[in-house]
């Protein structure tokens, strides 16, 4: 299937009570990263994602799922000329690839993701 959701990650006001939470509903393995600041998750088959704490002061706690892209540049200004907003422009995370998050014409919110290749 092109572009599948690739990652699902929690943005949340309280970390620590969030792992706790999801350590014991599922049986998810919780890995700390980048000096504790993010979590990832890994669920085995599926979908995996992680969990940090929101960056945006006073926002709710709310899931952010990913979409699998080939060129993360492209991908995202056809977002934006179909009527997307451009929450956070396309960043890259060292090693790992780059990312943006959107806003699309209905206020739903989404990222992009492409792998390093």
Partial sequence: MANPFCHIELNTTDVKKAKDFSSKLFSWKLEDMLDGTYTMVRVGEGTGG?????????APSFWLAYVLVDDINASTQKAKSLGASIMRDVTEIPGAG?????????????ALWKPKS
């Fill in 50 to 58: 992680g969990i940090m704490k929101n960056p945006v002061p006073g």
């Fill in 98 to 110: 780059s990312f943006s998050v959107l806003q699309d014409p209905t206020g739903a919110h989404f």
